[in-house]
């Protein structure tokens, strides 16, 4: 399995603000690849992580889009977070 961040946005302006950033990654399994799209990354107090797209389902509940094991979460999240920090050192440590 490979782990590939294809990119990051900025957030949109309807997100909180301790929305930092958007990724996107592709997980490869064999020959085939899921695209996960809408990643947020979020810092609070200096300590950043990763969540999971959803959406808001006609009762007004929030619920995930897609849905990893918590290893294939972990892993993600590793993947996501070391390329944010290597995007946050290459534009000279503003996050």
């Known amino acids: 399995m490979q782990i590939t961040v294809l990119g990051f946005s900025e957030p949109r ?5 301790n929305t930092v950033s958007i990724a996107s990654v592709a997980i490869t399994l064999d ?3 899921i695209t996960v799209t809408d990643l947020r ?11 999971m797209p959803s959406v808001k389902n006609v009762h007004g509940v929030w619920g995930p889009v897609v849905q990893l094991s ?15 920090e290597k995007k946050v050192e290459m534009a000279g440590g503003a996050r």
Not at 13 to 17: A, D, H, S, V
Not at 70 to 84: I, T
Request: avoid cysteine; aromatic fraction near 8%.
């Open 13 to 17: 302006l309807n997100l909180p603000r």
């Open 41 to 51: 990354v979020i810092a609070k107090n200096q300590t950043f992580w990763i969540g």
């Open 31 to 33: 020959d085939h690849t």
């Open 70 to 84: 918590s290893a294939l979460k972990k892993q993600v999240e590793d993947a996501v977070l070391a390329a944010y």
